[in-house]
């Protein structure tokens, strides 16, 4: 009997070890999902916000994968992350049930997320923020993001803005978008920025920014300096206002490489002069102007407009061509073969 009693602990055991490994898991299925479901593969939700709802509200420390199946998921309010429970080794993941190294992938399979959330005011203006993270640890992989409905323009003095991705608090660390798609339209679906973030660890990693007014701002910390932000491997194309900002906070730890700035209005706009970044591996091309500074997006108050980056392999001519065909798997990255393809910068790691 003791030693049927012990099997039986140690079968309990690892079935709970197994079952902590593994975390929280929470399936969304926009076509079949109810958000009165328990959230499982076969029963699944149907929204973002629901997930979220649940997440905010579960104390029990430990990983969180939010698994979403292709289809359109419109937020119709903003998504807000603000359980700050989550670890380096036990993160909270929003990530695409099919991802775009995985065998089968195409572009029709990306979940596709809209942001309809209503305008809120803001410091100059109004604000639509889709999902706002305020917690740590965060992953955001495989999604597929639109601009807002809305028009952007209000007066002489202010504007709507619409944020894919918005961080607000400038204590929170490490969040990673990695192989997310972001378009929009300056004239239909705005999209002012893809990702804004306050706080430390901002990292970009295999995206594609398409006709966005700005992909990325990396933002302010608390103290002053913003640590450990990158970008890598990721292609900006068209970008109606900047292809990169980086304001006083960021500091010179900014990791930037096998990135394509392209087509844009400035190609990168900085606030200040005390920071100094590194540029490897990378292509500039094509930009109306090269770099501005502050609210100066022609970059003629600064005698060199690139006087704050060290350039090693860079590249400052050349045509970016980019792939139209929604039938091919990198529609809307570089055509197969082009000028730029070595750099890998787009949504496939593999």
């Known amino acids: 009997k003791a ?21 929280e898991q929470l399936y969304i299925n926009g076509r079949k999902g109810n958000d009165a479901n328990p959230g499982t593969q076969a029963e699944p939700l149907r929204t973002l916000n629901e997930a979220a709802r649940r997440i ?13 199946a292709e289809g359109v998921y419109p937020l119709t309010e903003t998504v807000l992350l ?11 993941v929003i990530r695409a049930e099919v991802m775009p190294d995985d ?35 965060v992953t955001i992989e495989g999604l597929r993001f639109t601009g807002g409905p809305g028009y952007y323009y209000i007066d002489g003095r202010h504007n ?15 969040l990673l978008v990695s192989q997310c798609l972001f378009a929009g339209d300056t004239d239909l679906e705005p999209m002012r920025v893809a990702v804004i973030a306050n706080g ?6 295999h995206c594609v920014f398409y006709h966005c007014q700005n992909p990325v701002v990396f933002w302010d910390a608390e103290g002053g300096s913003s640590r ?17 900002w980086t304001t006083k906070s960021t500091a010179d730890d900014f990791e930037f490489h096998h990135n394509i700035i392209a087509g844009c209005s400035t190609g990168w706009i900085r606030e200040g ?34 006087v704050f980056l060290s350039m090693e392999n860079v590249q400052t001519s050349g045509t970016i061509e980019i792939e139209k065909d929604q039938a091919k798997n990198n529609y809307l990255q570089l055509k197969e073969g082009s000028f730029g393809s070595g750099l890998k910068a787009g949504l496939f790691r593999k």
């Open 3 to 23: 030693i049927i009693v012990i099997k039986t602990f140690l079968a309990l055991a690892l079935t709970l070890s197994a079952l902590m490994a593994s975390g």
């Open 56 to 68: 905010n509200a579960n104390p029990q420390l430990g990983a969180t994968t939010v698994i979403v």
């Open 82 to 92: 603000s359980n700050d429970k989550y670890s380096q080794n036990n993160r909270l």
């Open 103 to 137: 065998p089968g992938w195409n572009p029709q399979r990306m979940p596709l997320i809209v942001n309809t959330a209503p305008m809120i005011p803001g410091n100059d203006g109004e604000e639509s923020r889709g999902i706002d993270v305020e917690a740590s640890h």
């Open 160 to 174: 709507r803005r619409a944020y894919a991705i918005w961080r607000d608090g400038n204590k929170l660390e490490d």
């Open 200 to 205: 430390h660890g901002l990292v970009l990693d």
């Open 228 to 244: 450990g932000n990158a970008m890598r491997h990721c292609l900006v194309y068209g970008c109606s206002y900047s292809g990169m």
């Open 273 to 306: 002069d005390t920071h100094h970044y590194r540029a490897q591996n990378c292509i500039f091309t094509d930009n109306k102007y090269p770099a501005g500074y502050g609210n100066d997006v022609t970059g003629t108050k600064s005698p060199s407009p690139f």
